[in-house]
C-alpha cells in the first residue's frame, strides 16, 4: 500500500496544541437501517470511557430503513452538551447525501468516505482533506455473510477514527465486551474489523491528526442517558403505577423504559404479577382518559405523548383542571405544526400545553432542560400534579428526550415519600358529617379528595358540567363563578409550590438572556463567548408554569433580556408578555426553529446582529 | 339551584337488604329527564339491582359521557362515586380507574349517541380488553339534549319528529360487540323491568366487558308514529330469544324449570345465570349462532331481546394485564420505589 494518500488541504488551519485535545465534532451520514447507530454509539461512549466529555446527537428520518441519517458526536474539554455547529471530521457513508455533507464541513477539516468505491466528486473542495478507505472492499474480503459485511463496515470506520484520533483501542474494545456480553462471535467479529480500520488508517494516513483525543478524567461520575429514559425513572421512583400511552415519536422510548425498568423492579415476588399497569391505548384521546380514571382512582398515573397527541388530548386536560383531577403528561416536542416533522426537535407546544382546552384554562407545566433534570422534574410533576389535583405537563423535546447526554450521576434522596396532597384517609372521613369534594378549608385553593371505595362517607360525583363547591350540578351563576375564582387561588397557590427559575448573574447587568428548557447548554457557551469579547450576560431560565415570584423580579430588574426558544413565533417571549407584567419593548426574541438543536455558534452570531442593530438605532 | 334533592322518606319497615340497607339508600338525586322518559325506568332497574345484590355503595363506581344517558347516574347509587366524563370517553376513564382498582364494581351508563358516534372507537376498545365492567346503552335513536336529530342507532325509513325519514344504516351494538368478542351482550326494554333486573345483575356479576342495549324511547323526540324506537313500535316488534335468571352465590333456587330446557353458566362469584331458551335452534353460548341469530330477526324487523351471548370462559383485562390483585392505589410507596441503592447500580449500564 502506498503511504500517504492524504491530500492536504492548501490552508492548513490546525495547529497542534494543548487546544486541539478533546475539542471536535464527528458527523457520521448513514443510511438508516444498516446498523450504523450501534458503531456511532460506540464510538461516542468510548470517547466517554477516556474521561473526555462527549454529547451525540441523532439526525434521524422518520423511516425504517433506506433514507439518510446523521449522528453527530462532540467531543468538548469544556463539557458542552450543544452541537458546536460546525464538523470536523465527515464520515460519509451515504453516496446520496454526499454534496450536502461535503459543505458542511469546517474549512481544514477532513472527510472519511469508502473508496472502495472513488468519488471524485469528494475531491471538489480544497480546503479539506478526504480521507479513503477501502471500508465494503476490506468487510467483504475478510466476512462471509451479507449482513456482517454492511454492519462490520461500521466498525471497520470507527477503527479508522480511533487511528486518527488516537483513541485507545482498549477501551473500545472492552466497551464491545460490555455490549455484547457472552456473543463471543460478535465480539470478535467487532474487534476484527475495528482492527482493519484501525491498520488501514495507521498504514496510510498521518496519525494522528491535528485534533486528537486524550484520557481525561472529567466524566467520574457521569452517566450518558437521554431524557426519556431519565423522565421513565422518575416515574419508577415517583411511585407512579399507571402508564397509558399512545406510541408517537419522539416519545415512545419513554413508556418502552419504563416498561424494562418496571419489569426488572416491579414485580410481585410472591405472585410475579404486576406492581403496575401499563396500558397501550387506541389513541391519545383514551390514553389521557385512562391516565385521569386512574389518578382519580388514587393511582399516580402519567402518559407520554408528542405535540399532536396534545392536540388530542386538549379536551380530557380540561376536563382534568375543572374536575380537578391529578395526572402527569409528558410532551417530548418535536416540530409541528400538524405532523410536521416527527424525528426534529423543536419547542413548539408552549401556548398549547399552557392552555390547552377550551374555556379558561391554564395548567402546571414544567420544563426541564436535559435529562438530569427530566429525572428530577418527572419526579416533582408528580408531587406536584397531587399537591394540586390538576394534570401537570413536563415539556421536554426530542433533543432532551432521544438523544444522549452526559449528566451526572442520578442521586435518590433517600428520605423521599410521595407528596399526595390532601386525600381525606377512613379515620377523618369517619369523624366528618358530611364531606364535600370542592370546599376550600384552608384558603389555598386546593380542596380534599376522597379516593374512590375507602369510606361511604368518602363518595362525591365528578364532573365537567358546571358544579359548586358541594360538588353539586349546578347552573347558577354565583355558584359557577365561585368555583371558578377558586381554581385562580389555587393557580396562586402553584406559583410557590413550582421549581423556582435557574438565575444566573455575570458582572454587569446591562442584558440578559431568558429561555426554558434544552436552550440552556447553547446559552451556556454563547454567554462564555460572549463573555470573552466583553460581552456579560445575565441568565434566566424558566423551569415552570405558572411564574414565580422570582421571574417577576428578575424580569423587572433587566432593561433588555433576550428571549431564545425554539420555535417560529415567540411562544415563550408571549407567554411572559401575557403572564407577567413586563413591557414587551423590553423583550427580544430570538427563535431557532428549523429541529435542529441550537447551536452557540449561530446563537453569539444572532446577538451580536441584534446588539449592533441596536447600536445602529 | 339546577341540583334537586330527593326528599328522604324513612320508614321503620323498609325493607332492606343483607347489608341493613333500604332502597332509598342506593337512590340519587331527582331526574330531570322528561317525564315517561326510557331512562328513568333504567335507572329504577339498576337500583333495584344493586341493592338485591347487596353492593357496598361505596364500593361501586358508576360512570358515564354527556347526553341524556350519561346524566342518569346522578339519580342512583348517591353513596356510590360517579364519574361524568367527556363525550363518548367514559370507556377510558373506566380503564384507568379499573387498573388502579380491580376491586371495585364498575357500572357505565350510555346512550347512542355517546357510544356509537364519537365514542365507537372506545366502546370497541373496551371490549377488546373485556374490561371488567357493566355497559348499559340507553338507546333511543336519537339526540335528546340536543333536541332530536338522528343518531346512529336509527332505522332506515325511521322518521324523526317533522317526518324526515333516516336515510343512512345503523349501527347495532349488539351485532358489533359480539363480533369484537365481548364476553356478555344482551338487549332489552326499559319497558321490561323483569327482563331487564336480572340481566343487569347477571352483567353486574359476569367477569368481563357485559353489554345491556337498553331500547329506551325518548317521549319527546322520538315516539312518534315513523319511529321505530317508540314505545308502541318496540313493543310490538319485540321477540325474546333468551329467557334469563340471575342466582346469587349461596340463595335457593326458588324456580323450577322443566329438566333440559335451561342452560346453567357459572359465573366467577359463584353465582349462576340460568337462561332458558325461547327459540329452539338459539344458542346464546354459540358466537356465530347469536350473531346471525340478531341478524336475522333485524332483517324481519324484529328486536331481538334477551341474554343473547355470554362466554364465562375468558381472561378479563386485569388478568391479561397481568397486574396483582392488590388494587395498585393501595400499594405502599416503599413497596414501589426501588431504593437509592439500585438507582446507583442500574445506572453502571450507562457508563
Redesign the interface.
Known sequence: MKINKQMRCKQKRFEVSTASHNNFTVKFANVNGTGSSSANGLFMKSIF?MGIPVVGKNYFPSNIQGLPTWYEVRASEHGYLAPSGGVDIMVAMNAETYAKDLGEVDPGGYLLYDSTWPRNILMAREDITVLGVPLAKMCNENFDNARARTLMKNTAYVGSLAALLNMEVAVIEQLLLDIFGSKTNLIEANKSALQLGYDYAKANFICPLPFTTKRENKTDGY???DGNATAA?GC??A?A??G?WYPITPSTSLMDSFTS?CDF??K?EA?G?????I?Q???E???????????????R?FTPTSGPGISLMS??LG?GYYAEIPTVVFDVQRTGPSTGMPTRTQQGDILACAYASHGDTRHVCLYPSNPEEAFHFSVKAFDLADQLQTPVIVLSDLDIGMNDWMIK??????N???NNGKILGVEELEGMENFHRYLDKDGDGIPYRT??????K?????????H?KLG?????AQ?YQELVDRLLVKWETAKNLVPKPIIDFSDSNDYAILCIGSCDDAIREARDTLTKKGLAFNYLRITAFPFSKEVEEFLKAHEKIFVVEQNRDGQLCKLVAMETGIHLEKLDSIRMYDGIPICSRNLVQEILNRLKEDEAA | MSYIKKPKILRDNAKRNELGMTYTDYEGSMSTLCAGCGHDAITGAIIETVFDLNIPPHRMIKLSGIGCSSKTPAYFANQSHGFNAVHGRMPSVATGAQSANSQMYYIGVSGDGDTLSIGIGQFAHAIRRNLNMLYIIENNGVYGLTKGQFSASADIGSTAKKGAPNLQTPIDPCQMAISLGATFVARSFSGDREQLVPLLKSGLMHRGFALIDVISPCVTFNDHEGSTKSYIHTREHINEAVYTDYIHPLSEIKVDYPEGSTLEVDLHNGGKVILSKAHKNYSPVNRSDAIRSVRESDDRGEILTGLLYIDESQADFIENENTIETPLNELSYQNLCPGSEKLAKLQQRYK
Not at chain 1, 450521576?409 to 433517600?414: A, E, G, M, R, T
Not at chain 1, 379516593?451 to 361511604?456: A, E, K, R, S
Not at chain 1, 353539586?472 to 347558577?476: A, C, F, G, M, P
Open positions: 470511557r452517566i450518558m442517558i425513572l419508577l421512583y411511585g403505577t399507571v397509558s425498568y423492579f416491579r410481585d405472585t404479577k404486576n406492581k403496575y399497569a396500558i391505548a387506541e389513541d384521546l383514551a390514553a389521557i382518559g385512562i391516565a385521569l380514571g386512574a389518578g382519580w382512582n388514587g393511582s398515573s379536551e380530557f376536563f450521576d442520578l442521586k435518590w434522596d433517600k423521599y415519600n410521595p379516593i374512590p371505595g375507602v369510606h361511604p368518602g363518595s362525591y360525583f365528578t364532573r365537567g358540567s358546571g359548586n353539586l350540578y349546578t347552573e347558577d355558584e
